[in-house]
T-cell receptor
Framework: DQQVKQNSPSLSVQEGRISILNCDYT??????FLWYKKYPAEGPTFLIS?????DKNEDGRFTVFLNKSAKHLSLHIVPSQPGDSAVYFC??????????????FGKGTKLSVKP | ETGVTQTPRHLVMGMTNKKSLKCEQH?????MYWYKQSAKKPLELMFV???????ENNSVPSRFSPECPNSSHLFLHLHTLQPEDSALYLC???????????????FGPGTRLTVL
């Protein structure tokens, strides 16, 4: 039973347009959400995060939105660039119980930005 | 070397072999993690070490045996694996704080393991 779901395995976007990657979660105890980016043959690298007390966090071309009532977050990339082509993982964290700081990952969405 | 390194990058082994995966972090972190990524599945947490103590074993079969001799090194010893254990094994590290929660984990490039 997946607690973090990325229902779109792939997304293709034209260069310069907006990329929107979606993530849904089921556990209302999650208090922190992160997005990781992964290129082939490399490990995931941290991109941006958001605390559950906020609904938006922006860093340059990347913005993450959190809708707690819908248990949904999204990553917006604008404008999209060919170098953004990678797999994007959504991850959630909870600090309850004995699993302090452990991350639960989604399956990832492969973004392709076409020139 | 900077960041988190893993060796070997690729490993092919038979079901009767014994091998070890190595992870080293140069970030001064205190927490280290092993993850497994199988095809079309989410990253699955396997083990967590915080200040050299194992704090999480996510119901991993005993044919996987972790070892953390110090805060900078993490090993995953493998023996009598099954073909379904073929996957990408990722190591990560984080600051690690006693009694508090980390936010960001830094990942190594992974070891692509194939079990024949």
């Amino acid at each position: 039973d997946q607690q973090v779901k990325q229902n779109s395995p792939s997304l293709s976007v034209q260069e310069g347009r907006i990329s929107i990657l979606n993530c849904d979660y089921t556990n209302s105890m999650f208090d922190y959400f992160l997005w990781y980016k992964k290129y082939p043959a490399e490990g995931p690298t941290f991109l941006i995060s958001i605390s559950s007390i906020k609904d938006k966090n922006e860093d340059g071309r990347f913005t993450v939105f959190l809708n707690k009532s819908a248990k949904h977050l999204s990553l917006h990339i604008v404008p999209s660039q060919p170098g953004d082509s990678a797999v994007y993982f959504c991850a959630a964290r909870t600090d309850y119980g004995g699993s302090q700081g452990n991350l639960i990952f989604g399956k990832g969405t492969k973004l392709s930005v076409k020139p | 070397e900077t960041g988190v390194t893993q060796t070997p990058r690729h490993l092919v082994m038979g079901m009767t072999n014994k091998k070890s995966l190595k992870c080293e972090q140069h970030l001064g972190h205190n927490a280290m993690y092993w993850y497994k990524q199988s095809a079309k599945k989410p990253l699955e947490l396997m083990f967590v070490y915080n200040f050299k103590e194992q704090t999480e074993n996510n119901s991993v079969p005993s044919r996987f045996s972790p070892e953390c001799p110090n805060s900078s090194h993490l090993f995953l010893h493998l023996h009598t694996l099954q073909p379904e254990d073929s996957a990408l094994y990722l190591c990560a590290s984080s600051q690690g704080q006693r009694g508090a929660v980390d936010n960001e984990q830094f990942f190594g490039p992974g070891t692509r393991l194939t079990v024949l």
